[in-house]
């Protein structure tokens, strides 16, 4: 039943329907999507531990993969415990003021996802093309603030949803097909006029998403050119090697952000909704969890670290003997 308040059309809660089409299955679904947060938290504060408690990596590179892996962690913690509250309990209700804190988070963490990925390349940009300046350049002063700017933007830029959101009458209902309080899955069961929230969310996604992704692109050009030019192809292979880990990053990251970006706003119905929102879940919980595992594998210095750290734990027990 649709309760509204007194004197606005705007209901007391909304009803996030889940995945349709696959409500009889959403036990199973589960299961995965539960794996995965699970090997996201363990895997990020297992690195941020890493990072902090090693000497070796206190490094603006891996300063930076800390970050990641903070941000990564509130990403998918803002959505994933409700999302799975809906598909074991079947509990969908969501005041409506959560789902606005709610929509202001995801969109917050994901921009700021997106912003750390651009510092990082520029930190790629600057160890590679300039070497001897890079301890110089990058100093903690200027990865904090950095930190900080990448913040404010994606705050300041995503405050406006939420009051576009509640400025809208609610009229055709309160149910959301969706797991979680997303911007335009809201604003489409409004009987107002959305044009404003649509503008704006893609004056968002070019500020944000195409800004960073302009100077990742400008960024990994450069590099190109450095490393190319370079004489020893071992020092082409190493400078290579310290990029896969992000340009993997980079593709895990933005491929599900752009089909869910453009299935919202131009996929119609030619795209069944359960494929949708199974992607923008996965949109939220795949860098997450991969991110750890590609970086633990991908960079010498962090597997390097690891083992280090897993075979001291095996010889403290000997040594109490």
């Not at 700021?112 to 600057?126: K, N, T």
């Not at 930190?147 to 009051?163: D, Q």
């Not at 044009?195 to 996604?205: E, R, S, W």
């Not at 998403?209 to 450069?222: K, N």
Request: net charge positive; aromatic share 12%.
């Amino acid at each position: 039943m649709l309760l509204l308040n007194d004197t606005s059309l705007t209901p007391v809660s909304f009803i996030l329907n889940g995945i349709p089409g696959l409500e009889e299955v959403h036990l199973w679904v589960s299961f995965p999507l539960c794996t995965m947060y699970s090997i996201a938290i363990t895997g990020n504060f297992g690195l941020m531990y890493l990072i902090y408690s090693e000497e070796a990596l206190h490094r603006p590179m891996h300063i930076f993969l800390a970050l990641l892996s903070f941000t990564d962690v509130l990403m998918c913690t803002s959505t994933l415990p409700n999302t799975l509250c809906i598909l074991w309990f079947n509990l969908k209700e969501i005041d409506f003021k959560a789902c606005l804190a709610q929509m202001f988070f995801v969109h917050t963490f994901t921009g700021m996802e997106s912003g750390v990925l651009m510092l990082m390349a520029l930190d790629r940009y600057v160890a590679i093309c300039y070497p001897l300046r890079y301890a110089t350049v990058l100093t903690n002063s200027v990865i904090a603030k950095a930190g900080l700017l990448t913040f404010l933007r994606g705050v300041m830029l995503v405050i406006p949803f939420t009051f576009l959101t509640k400025r809208l009458p609610y009229c055709r209902g309160n149910v959301i097909l969706h797991t979680y309080c997303d911007h335009m899955s809201v604003a489409k069961i409004s009987c107002g006029n959305v044009k404003v929230n649509a503008i704006y969310g893609l004056m968002v996604a070019l500020l944000i998403g195409g800004f960073d992704i302009l100077c990742i692109t400008v960024s990994y050009t450069m590099i190109l050119q450095a490393v190319v030019s370079l004489s020893s192809a071992e020092a082409r292979q190493k400078a290579f090697s310290t990029c896969t880990a992000h340009i993997f990053a980079i593709v895990i990251t933005y491929v599900p952000a752009f089909f869910t970006f453009f299935t919202h706003r131009f996929g119609g119905r030619s795209i069944p909704p359960h494929i949708h929102i199974i992607m923008a879940n996965l949109y939220l919980l795949m860098p997450p969890t991969m991110n750890p595992i590609v970086y633990g594998i991908k960079t010498k210095q962090i597997r390097t670290c690891i083992t280090r750290f897993l075979l001291k734990g095996k010889d403290n027990p000997s040594h109490n003997i």
